[in-house]
């Protein structure tokens, strides 16, 4: 007989659980990635829009924004790829191993996490924000601006942190579509929103960086509502329902998104040591960067997209016991985005104007972006292998050798910044010294990827075989 716990639940989850684990690899990475990819590059247009309107009050308004940028992405990747991570790694294999129940726990578990992540990041950044900007070469009225438009998002950072980890939750069950309609729906409105704040349309208040802000907290408590709405409903496949605190479950999120955690923690910490060398060349060098940088934008929803979709097809399998899909589905699908990557990659090294100019037309700005993605643009492949691998790593609970490949990577990029702000190299070095960086990061990942060996999910055997009697019973 089936244990009691997996028998409600298995009319709602059997057949997403069957594609998983049985469906062609690349038609189930598609089918999780393409809904998530579709609505990021959504949000990586209202990033550009932001940027454009923004860039219109001046070049100090773009450096304030460049400013908070390396602390918004460290939330956001955190929120989303480090600890959302663990919460999508840790339901996966849940489900995969058939306990459905676990999987409704580990969601509510998610759900204090985010409660507490997001107020831990409130009050440490509106608390140390002026201190931090003003070390990353920020003053004046770019720093006046950056202060503004950082209280606004930072002040309401649980609402971000509710809505990526339910969406994370959901996406460790193989729904994919419901968080990507919502995330939709967020970014259209947002797209009006915030440059009608920026500027001051339709009546409302003239805001400047700060209407962008103010739109974006509005959109995230409207995302956070209709998550929390349909999860409670009787359509979801992942119900969000009071449970028992367990510390395992505390544990099986944060054993992985931890150390996920740090590894975002070491990307952001790259991007804040070049913010700041950058910093000592003045504004329009603060801008270059930003702005150049700011075209990785554009990778992250390729790169996210698809890593929570591996993440999802490695933790169901690994929960199964199926170690060779997992891999066989993790290599495919690094190798498939990295080639997406590099062509991006090459197109803006050959062609920086192409980007650089949508958001400017001076010569000191475009020269630093431009210098910028002539060293870096070539390495977006390697770059891309490196974080589907980790993502694949998520799902396998094995995070610690993409972890080291991350340390490597900010050595590195430290040292670059070390010779710019002591030896007083040029920036290029620094540029330089970041594709360096990318290039060791790519490389050790994948080399560690080939020599693990992952295990399977404990318990995961018992489970399956209990999951498919029943099937087989139903059919019968």
Not at 281 to 305: D, K, V
Not at 429 to 439: E, G, H, K, P, S
Request: charged share 10%; glycine share 12%.
């Amino acid at each position: 007989m089936p244990e009691p716990d997996l028998l409600p639940h298995l009319g709602n989850s059997g057949g997403s659980v069957d594609q998983l684990l049985h469906g062609a690899i690349v038609p189930e990475l598609l089918r999780l990635a393409l809904p998530t990819v579709a609505v990021l590059l959504m949000t990586t247009l209202l990033s550009i829009v932001e940027t454009y309107f923004a860039s219109s009050l001046g070049t100090e308004v773009i450096a304030g924004a460049s400013l908070v940028i390396p602390v918004l992405m460290l939330m956001t990747m955190m929120s989303n790829g480090g600890i959302g991570g663990g919460a999508s790694s840790a339901i996966a294999r849940a489900r995969g191993a058939g306990r459905m129940v676990d999987a409704e726990s580990l969601t509510y578990h998610a759900l204090i996490i985010a409660l507490a992540f997001g107020a831990m990041f409130s009050v440490s950044v509106i608390g140390l924000g002026p201190t931090l900007y003003r070390g990353l070469g920020g003053s004046g009225a770019a720093l006046r601006q950056a202060v503004i438009y950082s209280n606004i998002l930072f002040g309401a950072a649980v609402l971000l942190w509710v809505a990526a980890l339910m969406q994370s939750a959901l996406r460790g069950a193989g729904n994919v579509k419901v968080p990507a309609l919502i995330m939709l729906a967020s970014v259209l409105v947002c797209l009006m929103l915030s440059p009608a704040f920026i500027r001051g349309w339709c009546g409302l208040p003239k805001l400047g960086i700060a209407g962008a802000g103010v739109a974006q907290v509005i959109c995230n408590a409207g995302a956070v509502l209709f998550l929390i709405a349909y999860m409670r409903s009787a359509e979801t496949n992942l119900r969000l329902r009071r449970h028992p605190l367990q510390r395992k479950h505390f544990r099986s999120i944060l054993g992985v998104g931890t150390l996920s955690a740090i590894g975002t923690l070491q990307a952001n910490l790259s991007v804040t040591a070049i913010t700041a060398t950058a910093g000592v060349f003045g504004t329009a060098a603060i801008a270059g960067y930003g702005i150049a940088s700011r075209l990785e934008f554009l990778l992250i929803p390729i790169l996210f997209g698809f890593g929570t979709a591996v993440v999802t097809i490695v933790g169901t399998n690994l929960g199964a016991g199926r170690i060779e899909r997992a891999r066989r589905a993790a290599l495919i699908n690094a190798l498939m985005v990295a080639a997406g990557a590099e062509v991006i990659g090459l197109a803006v090294a050959f062609f920086p104007q192409a980007w650089l100019g949508i958001f400017t037309e001076d010569r000191s700005v475009l020269a630093v972006g431009s210098n910028y993605l002539h060293r870096v643009g070539p390495v977006y492949g390697l770059i891309a292998i490196a974080m589907e691998l980790y993502f694949a790593g998520q799902g396998a609970r094995a995070v610690g050798w993409p972890l080291l490949a991350g340390s490597v990577r900010l050595i590195i990029v430290a040292t670059g910044a070390g010779l710019v702000l002591v030896r007083h190299y040029s920036l290029n070095t620094a540029f330089t010294l970041v594709a360096i960086a990318a290039a060791a990061f790519g490389v050790m990942t994948l080399v560690a990827f080939i020599l693990a060996r992952w295990s399977p999910t404990p318990r995961s055997y018992r489970h399956v075989i209990i999951q498919h009697s029943v099937h087989i019973e139903e059919a019968s």
